[in-house]
């Protein structure tokens, strides 16, 4: 009796797909964290600042009106990291995910939620530009010193600073789990004792013109690029902390 390859039911068997796209899928489940959160503290913040330019000019005060309000969803992602890992992580060992699959997926979660605020920062930018701040000269997204290189520089500035603060978030969390809150805490109150003491230093050797003069020759891709080798040093130790985390 013959047997022919026609006889059988031959499937080809299916292409492995990405286990670390499959955690930014994973992490975008939960749309609040990285999507709705990030979008209402933006959205808040720019109604909250309008609504105090407004005032301002309705009060006869000339000039224009600058606000740091922008940075609060940037601050927000610090939150986001550590959401990102208390939430999932413990969860994804169960799933039978590496550390590695994991921290790289939860890192492009983060970089894509980063893009879209930064999308939207450029636009509210180019929206204050073109309409002399809403009509009453006053500007949230539009700031001088970062928008010298043009909206692209200014939404690169925007997404890697956004991506610091994920990532020291999420390092912080790591911390947590590892060592504890008296180490953490602790770790803190160092890093805020170090920021004082330079401060301190500085003030000490009347260096605050140099420094600000520092900053301004810098500028602000200067600074992104000071960022992103920031994000690189603390998104390896961030990493290294995790492989030792026991489950």
Known sequence: MTTTAQSFDIQTPARPR???LGVVRF??????????????????VWLITLLIYWIISASGVEGPMYSGGSQAPLWYFAVVGAQAMNRTFYFSQAMSLTRREFYLGSLVAA???AVGISVVFMFLGLVEQ???GYGINGYFAYLPWVWVGGPLAAGLTYFVLTMLTFILGFWFAIVLKRFGVLILTTA???????LLGGAALISLNTAWPQVWTWF???????????????????AAGSYLTLRRLTV
């Not at 891709?221 to 040093?233: D, E, F, K, N, Y």
């Open 130 to 132: 073109a309409t002399d």
């Open 27 to 44: 992490q975008f489940m939960n749309t609040q964290t990285f999507v709705w959160m990030p979008v209402l503290v933006l959205g808040g």
């Open 111 to 113: 970089g894509i939620s």
């Open 216 to 234: 301004a020759d810098m500028q602000s891709m200067g600074l992104t690029l000071w960022a992103l080798g920031a994000c690189v040093v603390f």
């Open 188 to 194: 803190l109150l160092v890093i805020a004792l170090a």
């Open 18 to 20: 990405s286990r670390t």
